[in-house]
């Protein structure tokens, strides 16, 4: 069974710095795409970033290119988003989620359960 | 980067109402569109992928249709289970259409 657990809920202060997880099982971690999905409070789904750990090869979103960063660490398959300097307008939902790809086309067929990030002085 | 338009962005049904959800992309896709329903508090589940192959386990009273620029996405038969938001995305951009949100009546 594929599962993609991510870690908890945080709260932090804006200029914090946060790294949050994604512990992926019951699949090759290596050889799919991993994304993360933003979902601001009560507003739509967007993909921010996404990670073949293969080879580390990124795509960001332009509007999130500079802002985040993602990795992953194959030895533990686990992929990560993180942030240098949190502002509030970060707080949101975050959803890992596998996509698998063929002919430059990729759908999420497995999600983590979400982390909640709030970001608030 | 490859704009997605979803309509209506809510709809309200009865249970057993036919109901229908358009996603248009900004240039053609081809047929390189999922479709994801999100019920409140979960994560999304994916639906329908390459526009209209349904997968594994979703009830077949769902079903996806388009190419191009234009797409579907019908519920044959409302059921209480289906409250959710639903959302199109392209596979290959990974643009989300902005969402429908399906209410019971």
């Known amino acids: 069974e594929v599962q993609l657990v991510q870690s908890g809920a945080e709260v932090k202060k804006p200029g914090e710095s946060l790294k949050i997880s994604c512990q992926a099982s019951?699949?090759?971690?290596?050889?799919?795409?991993i994304a993360w999905v933003r979902q601001m409070p009560g507003k739509g789904l967007e993909w921010v970033a996404m990670?073949?750990?293969?080879?580390?090869?990124?795509k960001y979103r332009p509007s999130f290119r500079g802002q985040v960063t993602i990795s992953a660490d194959k030895s533990i398959s686990t992929a990560y988003l993180r942030w240098s300097s949190l502002k509030a307008a970060d707080s949101a939902i975050y959803f890992c989620?596998?996509?698998?790809?063929?002919?430059?086309?990729?759908?999420?067929?497995?999600w983590g359960q979400g982390t909640l990030v709030t970001v608030s002085s | 980067d490859i704009q997605m338009t979803q309509s209506p962005s809510s709809v309200s049904a009865s249970v057993g109402d036919r109901v229908t959800i358009t996603c248009r992309a900004s240039?053609?896709?081809?047929?390189?569109l999922a479709w994801y329903q999100q019920k409140p508090g979960k994560a999304p589940k994916l639906l329908i992928s390459?526009?209209?192959s349904l997968q594994s386990g979703v009830p077949s009273r769902f079903s996806g249709t388009g190419s191009g620029t234009d797409f579907t996405l019908t519920i044959s038969s409302l059921q209480p289970e289906d409250l959710a938001t639903y959302y199109c995305?392209?596979?290959?951009?990974?643009?989300f259409g902005g969402g429908t949100k399906v209410d019971i009546k």
């Open positions: 989620a596998r996509y698998r790809c063929g002919g430059g086309r990729c759908y999420a067929g497995d």
């Open positions: 390459a526009a209209s």
């Open positions: 240039l053609d896709i081809s047929n390189w």
């Open positions: 995305q392209e596979a290959s951009g990974f643009t």
């Open positions: 019951g699949y090759s971690f290596a050889t799919d795409w």
């Open positions: 990670i073949y750990p293969a080879d580390s090869d990124t």
